[in-house]
């Protein structure tokens, strides 16, 4: 079984910076596709970024250039580096693995509590 426990968000003001951590526990092989997603009130769960174990990731248009995810395997642990912060960028923000390969519009298998990013103007 899989857990993932996210960390790193706060409120912060437009154009600042946050790093997301989400820390992961369970078999490896469980965890091939790791990704972000976030979700406002009264808003659809969006897609924002996907790294696979072995390398490679996709990140959603509505935050590249942005938004960027990286993973430490030895620690377990994807990150969500967020700069240039946006008011529109203001959500709960979900880590979700599964093992299997996924695309940022699929459902995850495993999922945290989440981590509230506020971003005021």
């Known amino acids: 079984q899989v857990q993932l426990v996210e960390s790193g968000g706060g409120s912060v003001q437009a154009g600042g910076s946050l790093r997301l951590s989400c820390a992961a526990s369970?078999?490896?092989?469980?965890?091939?596709?790791m990704a972000w997603f976030r979700q406002a009130p009264g808003k659809d769960r969006e897609g924002v970024a996907l790294?696979?174990?072995?390398?490679?990731?996709i990140t959603a248009d509505s935050v590249k250039g942005r938004f960027t995810i990286s993973q430490d395997n030895v620690k377990n642990t994807v990150y969500l580096q967020m700069n240039g912060l946006k008011p529109e960028d203001t959500a709960m923000y979900y880590c979700?693995?599964?093992?299997?390969?996924?695309?940022?519009?699929?459902?995850?298998?495993?999922w945290g509590q989440g981590t509230q990013v506020t971003v005021s103007s």
């Open positions: 790294i696979f174990r072995f390398g490679g990731t």
């Open positions: 369970g078999a490896a092989y469980d965890r091939y596709s």
């Open positions: 979700a693995a599964d093992p299997a390969w996924r695309s940022l519009t699929e459902t995850y298998q495993f």
